[in-house]
């Protein structure tokens, strides 16, 4: 057991290259408990970060712990994970089932515990009434449902699932969702690699930001949304008075500009906090009926954009 004040997972300037390419360069951070995404494009340096958490690459410099210890070559350490990778590598003929037992056999377990553990594991992501079958059969999904089954299987410490949705219909997703947030709120660890930004907002506020082999930002979005305060946010308003909330906004310092479709009024301004709270007072004290508002810069995605470029 480690403190609860350890880190699950630490690394301290590591860095590591193939060659002259530098997959991740100089990364200093600390994962505890709950539920952690891991964001960034193709290429930002996420699986290259899992496979050193997983001990399967050493750093070519710095270091990586985790449970406080190195992953490499530590069997210790590595029957605390479990890993969902984003492909498969399938025997096909053999069932989803026997594919889990035997991975849970793999992992330690006793016949008989290896069996229950797998049976359990198929219920979990919904696979009870295919699980016999060959998994050539299984679509996409089934697969993919399969996958992290065997990652949960032997209910690890420390579970890391990349790109968990690919190949999940919606009420896959939704199932997904819902088991991640369930094992985040029992207080186990996962970290979650994706990216596709709004799935993880759907299970966690927590992030790193990743992008081009290093961290972009770390910690809850509200608090990387304040790295983007100096960058204009545009909300969208309907309305049939449209014109009359732009008067309102139009001489104000905060107000970077804004223009009509009908009676849509697109304004860009440069403190979206404020310009929420000065509307509020301009709809009461003058009865607007405002049909919508929508902001697309108030997302993860916008997060992102800016801080890429």
């Known amino acids: 057991m ?22 991740v360069n100089r990364l200093d951070l600390r994962i505890g408990r709950g539920v952690t995404g891991l964001l960034g494009p193709n290429g930002a340096g996420k699986t290259t970060l899992i496979r050193l958490m997983l001990g399967l690459y050493s750093p070519s410099r710095g270091r990586v712990r985790v449970f406080g210890e190195d992953p490499r070559n530590n069997l210790r350490v590595l029957r605390r994970i479990g890993y969902c990778p984003e492909l498969d590598r399938f025997f096909e003929n053999m069932s989803g089932l ?10 330690g377990m006793a016949r008989a515990e290896a069996g229950i553990a797998a049976r359990e594991a198929c219920g979990v992501v919904g696979m009870t009434k295919r699980m016999d079958d060959p998994i050539a059969t299984y679509s996409q999904g089934m697969r993919q449902r399969i996958r992290i089954a065997q990652a949960i299987a032997h209910k690890p410490e420390l579970l890391i699932l990349d790109e968990p ?24 660890t996962v970290i979650v690699s994706s990216h596709v930004l709004y799935e993880i907002e759907r299970v966690t506020d927590n992030i790193i930001l990743m ?3 290093q961290i972009l930002a770390q910690g809850p979005v509200r608090h990387i949304r304040e790295l983007i305060d100096e960058h204009p946010h545009s909300v969208r308003i309907e309305s049939g008075r449209a014109r009359e909330i732009a008067e309102h906004f139009a001489l104000e310092k905060s ?17 979206p906090a404020g310009f929420y709270e000065r509307l509020n007072g301009v709809v ?6 405002i049909d919508s508002i929508h902001c ?5 995605q916008s997060v992102f954009d800016y801080l890429v470029k």
């Open 98 to 107: 026997a594919f889990v037992r035997w991975l849970c056999r793999y992992s």
């Open 284 to 289: 009461v004290e003058h009865g607007i009926e």
């Open 2 to 23: 480690i403190s609860p004040a350890t880190p699950i997972v630490e690394t301290v300037e590591a860095s590591k290259w193939f060659g002259e390419v530098v997959a």
């Open 255 to 271: 107000t970077l500009g804004f223009d009509f479709d009908g009676p849509i009024l697109c304004i860009r301004t440069a403190d």
């Open 165 to 188: 949705m690919s190949g999940l219909d919606p009420e896959g997703r939704e199932d997904v969702f819902k088991l991640i947030g369930r094992l985040g709120e029992s207080g186990q």
């Open 296 to 300: 697309p810069d108030d997302n993860l």
């Open 211 to 213: 992008h081009g082999g």
